[in-house]
């Protein structure tokens, strides 16, 4: 074997000590013994699947001033994601094939990770053209960062069922602009919730869901117990956002809790936590949304959006450590499912899948701080939780971060690709 990386594996639903074996970036074997030229030993620590990340906000092209694909990345692999799907709304948006193909040649040559592109839906894209060259497709449903906007529901049949006929996953943000306040000037969170309050939420997925026959839908950020039940509907998948669940409205963060859907009541939260543990809801994205902290000083004028790629993992690994998260729904909710929603071949351990995986020392937990961050933002609203970040993060079988230390390479990160296999998309 090329590489070989020993330890505590992840693997079929139970940990396993055992020798994964890599070629060509790929999990060639997992046997008991394997002889590598590269040889990782990692004893009794874990080994899973690398983060596959939903959500994310890149920024790039248009707002590198917040974030890019370079530091984004690098956020991504300290906590252990080893793949990202970046969101539409940048500037400009990627809705068109020339938008996609620049953001992929962008994010080709700055990326430390893998990652994976969303098409904004507009009513006059060419779906079937997108789909060549985005990884999924994303529908906003409210007006928040960006402009991507559908106002009208009625257009909703017509575009799920053009959407269905290229088999991609659609995620869609679910809040209905028609019972957002929009006379209020929100100055806290509390007012910021009553805005936008929780029955936008339950209103749009019901709307979404009437709609969708024969498209793959998926909902994204879901926020609200009657969200939770409504995403219980045959065919649906959906997401919960970390900030939703280890937050709620009576936070004392001001603007930087500021967040589109807005964070909600404590009885919310323990609804996304139950539907979590019990696979109604499917998997969790961290909807990373950086904006600096001078962006984020006046509450009135903050735009919404928290910062998550790199905390998502380690804040779940710190419940898992005390046994307060079963390990299997994580790594389920973070790489099987996300994998399976769409289609990357990654986020197993097993023959076939690419070799992205992080080594885990759960006995090494500390307090999250903003300033040993990543992300360009420069903040995060769990200072002070407790995480626990991976020691290693691979990437197709490559070391990325060492000893907690990065180690890999700008433009290293590649797109994934359906038909060619991950980090083999053509981008003509
Ligand atoms: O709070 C949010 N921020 N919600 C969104 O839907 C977009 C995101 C952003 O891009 O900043
Ligand atoms: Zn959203
Ligand atoms: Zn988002």
Known sequence: ????????????????????????????AVKKILKGDRHYDFGDKLILPGGIDAHVHFRDPGMTHKEDFGSGTVSAAFGGV??????????????????????????????????????????????????????????YLATTTG??????????????????????????????????????????????LKSRPNPCEASSIKKVIRSSRGAKVHICHVSTSKGVKLVKTEGVTS??????????SNVKLGALGKV???????????????????????????????????????????????????????????????????????????SEKPNEIFHLNKGKLSPGYDADMIAVDLRKEGEIKGKNLHSKCGWTPYEGF????????????????????LTGERGFGSMVGESLGSGAVKVD
Request: proline residues 5%; hydrophobic residues 40%; negative net charge.
């Open 147 to 192: 402009r991507l906007l559908i106002r009208d529901y009625n257009v909703l049949d017509e575009i799920f069922q053009r959407l269905g006929a290229t088999n991609k996953t659609v995620c869609v943000h679910c809040e209905d602009e028609d019972l957002i306040n929009k006379t209020m000037n929100p100055d806290s969170l509390k007012s910021h």
């Open 1 to 28: 074997m090329e590489i070989v990386i020993e330890g505590n594996a992840f693997i079929n639903g139970d940990l396993v000590k055992c020798a994964i074996g890599v070629e060509e970036g790929r999990i060639k």
């Open 239 to 248: 997401e919960v956002a970390p900030h939703h669940l280890f937050l709620n």
């Open 82 to 139: 080893t793949c990202a799907l970046d969101m539409p709304n940048t500037i400009p948006p990627t809705t068109s094939k020339e938008a996609l193909q620049e953001k992929a040649r962008i994010a080709g040559s700055k990326a430390f990770v893998d990652f994976g592109l969303f098409a904004g839906v507009s009513m006059n894209s060419d779906f079937e053209e997108l789909s060549k060259h985005a990884t999924a497709f994303k529908i």
């Open 386 to 405: 407790n995480g626990v970040f991976p020691r290693f993060t691979f990437v197709r079988g490559e070391v990325v971060i060492e000893d907690w230390e």
């Open 260 to 334: 589109n859907p807005p964070l909600r009541e404590p009885k919310d939260q323990e609804a996304l936590w139950e539907a979590l543990n019990s696979n109604i809801i499917d998997i969790i994205a961290s909807d990373h949304a950086p904006h600096t902290l001078e962006e984020k000083e006046l509450f009135e004028e903050a735009p919404a959006g928290i910062p998550g790629v790199e905390t998502m993992l380690p804040l779940m690994l710190s419940l898992v450590k005390h046994n307060k998260f079963q390990l299997g729904r994580l790594v389920n909710a973070v």
